[in-house]
Each structure stands twice: as C-alpha cells, then as structure tokens.
C-alpha cells in the first residue's frame, strides 16, 4: 500500500473511538463513581483498635471481633443522607441473616443511639469512632462505606456508597457466598 | 446620621467579608511547634498532601472534616519526632498513592515518565523518515522528468529535421 502513512489520523480516531465505546459501555454496566479511591487494605488484616461499644460506655471492643465468620463491617453516622437511605436494606441484609458490624464515624453518640431505636438496628455490634481514628487507619473517607472481612479478619473488598439491592447482588453477596464457603473449608 | 450608620455597618460587613473570603484566608488551627523547622515540615505536608474527599485540593487547603483529621493526625505524628517521610509513608499505607502529590515511580506511573520522552522519539523518528520518503520522490519525480525531457528533446530534434 502506497502512502500508509496517510492513514495514520484515521487508525487513531479509530482507536481512541474505540476506548471510549468500551469506557461507555461499562458505565452503563457499571455505573463508577470517578471520585472512588481504591482502598490499599484489601487482602490486609483489620488494623488494630480498641474502640468503646457505642450504647454502653466503657464495654471496649478489640480487633478480635472480626475472626471467626465472615462479616460486614460498615461506616455510618446520622450526619450522612446516604446511610439514612441505605439503613432499611442493611435491615434486610440482617433479618436475612447476613452479620453486620456497624461503626459509627465521628458522630454525636447520642443522636446515633437515638437513630438505631428509630430505625432499627441491624448491628451485631456497634462501635464508636468518635475521633475517626479506625477510620483514618481503614482508609475512610466518606460515609457510608461497606467493608467485606472473611473469617480470619482479612479484608476482601471495599464498597464505597450505600449498599442496595441492586449492588448487593451484582457485586457484594458473590463476594460474601465466597467468603463463607471458604470459612467452610 | 442613620443613614451614614447604615454605610459604616455596610463597610464593615464588606470587610468581614473580604477577609472570610477563601482566597484571603486559608485555613486557620490553632497549632504550636517546638521549633521552626517543625512548622516548616508541617506546612510543607500540607501542600504536598492530597485529600482523599476534596479531591484535587491539598489537605491544607481542603475544609473536609476529613482533611481536618488528617492535618490534625500530621500535627501528631511531628510531635511525636516522626520525620517528613514516615508521615507520607503512614498515610499511603491508608488511603494509596493518591495521597500524595509525588507519586513513586511504579510499573503503573512508568508512563508519566516515558510518555514525553515517547511523544519526542516519535515525532524525530516521523520527521526523519517522511525526509526520506520525499527525498526518495523527489529522485523518482527526477528520473521521470528525465525521461520525459529526453523524448522531448528526441522530438524536438526530430521536428527540427528537415
């Protein structure tokens, strides 16, 4: 072919369409938040902490709470609209027998106590980050944030946002069902 | 007189204003240091740390209550006789490379690197050899040129004979 060169301009368009067909695509599959960090911590064990039970003050929790079944461990606090719309589904999860840790970020311990008699409480445990300490350690930088821990304590996922039933069954519960199978062996 | 009480509450209210303008007043916590050198480093990280939450801003220049924590957790750790470098070193293991402004040079960051030094080579390596190319044309276009020169002449000469 004489003068390929010519074609050159044209390879690229086709190139760069092509990118942004795929990158469209997976939007609509997947809708990504471009603000969303990938979290370092994943196949990392819970970083230690000693945190107050948030209802009964001075009962203290350590980081042994996540070994022994696979769990969820999610940041929450009163001040966040998004929790307020996640909590009935997390509701859900609970009745439907999925455990649950709850930590309560920086927040105003008494309006997130009156918040869990309110709503229900779909905690095994609460614990209290008044200072936001554990979260700064896990990497928090917003709320609501899901953490996935399988049965030795070892974080496998990390989502950002609420969890609803939607995201719940694409991405979450695989991971989960993973989890408890390999807790089985 | 109420009236001018009114302007002088006004000036006053532009002022407040002004001087709570972002730009005019970055954030101001109440921190002491043992030393100059100590307020210096913490400064330094706060420009060169980036907030996970205000994306795109420094922690220093981000109100986030994250950003808070963070600078608060610098404060600590200075305090505490921890150098500049562990620091960064701490908040990388938490929150990834993103934290930083100076990302280490990784497989994944490779092509900040070489992608400059790859946009020069191709555009020498294009610029040379399309030189060529019409260096090779031009000789071509010559040879045809030549030809055609030759049977013009043939047939000038033929014209011309008698």
């Given at each position: 072919m004489k003068k390929a060169y010519l074609y050159i301009p044209l390879v690229g368009f086709l190139v760069l369409a092509l990118i942004f067909a795929v990158q469209l695509v997976m939007n609509v599959e997947n809708p990504n938040n471009p603000t969303e960090l990938e979290s370092v911590l994943i196949g990392k064990t819970v970083p230690n902490f000693t945190l107050e039970d948030l209802v009964h003050e001075g009962k203290t929790y350590e980081q042994?709470?996540?070994?022994g079944e696979p769990l969820l461990l999610n940041v929450w606090a009163t001040w966040c609209p998004t929790c307020y719309a996640e909590h009935q589904y997390l509701n859900q999860l609970a009745a439907s027998g999925v455990k649950i840790i709850g930590l309560n970020y920086k927040d105003d311990r008494h309006k997130a106590v009156g918040w869990l008699e309110e709503l229900g409480n779909p905690y095994l445990i609460s614990l209290f980050d008044g200072d936001g300490m554990l979260g700064l350690d896990l990497g928090v930088?917003?709320?609501?944030e899901t953490f996935l821990i399988d049965a030795d304590g070892i974080i496998r996922h990390r989502h950002v946002g609420d969890v609803n039933e939607r995201n719940w069954q694409s991405r979450l519960q695989p991971i989960y069902q993973q989890m408890l199978e390999d807790a089985k062996s | 007189m109420n009236r001018f009480n009114g302007l002088k509450a006004m000036c006053v209210a532009v002022f407040v204003m002004w001087l709570g303008h972002p730009l005019a007043w970055a954030n101001i916590d109440a921190y002491t240091f043992e030393s100059v050198d100590q307020e210096r480093t913490f400064h330094e990280l706060n420009k060169t740390l980036r907030c996970p939450k205000c994306q795109n801003n420094s922690i220093g220049d981000s109100n986030a209550e994250l950003a808070k924590d963070l600078r608060q957790k610098v404060y600590e750790m200075l305090q505490e006789g921890q150098s500049e470098d562990e620091i960064v070193d701490y908040m990388v293991a938490r929150?990834?490379?993103?934290?930083?402004?100076?990302?280490?040079?990784?497989p994944a960051t490779l092509i900040l690197w070489l992608a400059p030094a790859l946009a020069i080579l191709i555009g020498v390596a294009s610029v040379l050899y399309r030189s060529r190319g019409s260096r090779l044309a031009a000789a071509e276009i010559a040879e045809e040129e030549k030809q055609r020169l030759e049977r013009l002449l043939k047939d000038t000469d033929e014209d011309s004979a008698p």
């Open positions: 042994d709470i996540f070994r930088y917003g709320a609501p | 929150y990834g490379n993103f934290v930083t402004y100076e990302p280490p040079l990784t």
